[in-house]
């Protein structure tokens, strides 16, 4: 890829930090640069615009690069594209945590130009790796032959793949193609592989369920869609959260922490009367349980039902005497009666 067609993507929260990564990369020919103050503003770009490197802070208050790096690594769209890491210091704990969740490389402040070049040349060309372009040339040859309906053909050109390196995604897509094929047993252990390469993918996860189901193992796909709702809870997913959430409870509608959760999905659309409605389903299962109540309370004062909000505090600080949020909370909205 030539440096006119390569986009970068600059995340910091520091506006002066972004206009210097910027003048550097403008020094080395690139011109194409995205830029965003948080991690969360990033995620939306990189799913709405092509990107072909991330240059990220670690330290940023909405989103930390480190966060931002684990929700792409977790996103097969994404998990791809380079990612070099910014920030002003580095022991071994943070060097080990970025290695685990996938950082092409890290770079310490202060730099100047020339450790800049060096760094962002050397990710590059390591995905130039004859290898790198092997694995990806099977990877899709079999996507083609999946899509086609080939799936023998999809399935030899996945493990040719694999014989190059380990990917979650190829592993993912032989799982699909297993459990079209009523290879339960199989597709399991398909998705299994998947998941233990990146414990974020959250579409393993739901698949994983779904095929558990078909298997007759009802506790086993509660567990996997529960795990599939959180991630996309995580990743800010909210639909696909709601429909893994869902799934679970067909399964066991007395599932306290599901309701909770949809709370929270609902809160965050402004829809009160849906997360109040979840909140109440959850207590009627467990009526002692105080976060539940401090969570209604936060749905009510964004409904601007601060009466309806205090009683749920109230309620709360009832079964927890030391519940310092909610002290807090209720002080606050009767000061302002």
Same mark, same amino acid.
């Given at each position: ?94 060097v080990i945590e970025a290695g685990k969740a996938g950082v092409s490389g890290y770079i310490l402040k202060p730099f100047n ?43 030899s050109e996945f493990n040719l793949a694999l014989n190059v390196y380990k990917s979650a995604e190829v592993y993912y897509n ?34 994983? &369920? /779904?095929? =558990?189901?078909? #298997?007759? *193992?009802?506790?086993? !796909? $509660?567990?996997? +869609? %529960?795990? @599939? &709702? /959180?991630? =996309?809870?995580? #990743?800010? *997913?909210?639909?696909? !959260? $709601?429909?893994? +959430? %869902?799934? @679970? ?50 749905a009510y004062v964004e409904a601007d039902d601060i009466p309806n909000a205090i009683l749920s505090l109230e309620k709360s ?21």
């Open positions: 890829m030539s440096r006119e067609e390569m986009v970068f993507l600059v995340v910091d929260d520091i506006p002066t930090a972004r206009r210097t990564i910027r003048a550097l990369l403008n020094e080395m020919g690139y011109k194409n640069i995205l830029e965003a103050n948080d991690g969360t503003t990033a995620y939306r770009v990189l799913k709405t615009q092509k990107v072909d490197f991330v240059i990220c802070d670690w330290y940023m208050e909405q989103m930390s690069g480190i966060a931002l790096l684990k929700v792409m690594m977790a996103d097969p769209e994404l998990d791809r594209i380079p990612f070099l890491l910014v920030t002003g210091e580095m022991d071994l704990q943070k130009f020339k450790v800049f070049k060096e760094k962002v040349e050397s990710i590059i060309g390591s995905q130039n790796d004859p290898k790198d372009i092997k694995a990806n040339r099977h990877y899709i040859r079999g996507r083609e032959n999946m899509e086609a309906g080939r799936y023998d053909d999809a399935i032989i799982g699909y193609i297993k459990s079209l094929q009523k290879k339960y047993d199989e597709a399991l252990y398909a998705f299994r592989k998947a998941v233990e390469i990146n414990n974020l993918f959250a579409k393993a996860y739901r698949s994983m &369920g /779904e095929v =558990y189901l078909r #298997k007759g *193992m009802p506790n086993d !796909a $509660e567990e996997s +869609f %529960k795990k @599939a &709702g /959180e991630i =996309y809870m995580m #990743k800010d *997913m909210s639909e696909e !959260a $709601e429909s893994a +959430f %869902k799934e @679970a409870l067909k399964i066991d509608p007395n599932t306290i922490n599901i309701y909770n959760s949809l709370g929270i999905i609902y809160r965050k659309r402004g829809d009160y009367d849906k997360a109040i409605s979840q909140y109440q389903k959850a207590l009627k299962i467990d009526p002692s349980d105080e976060n539940i109540y401090f969570n209604m309370a936060r600080l009832n079964i927890n005497h030391e519940f310092s949020l909610a002290k807090e909370m209720i002080k606050e909205l009767k000061g302002g009666m």
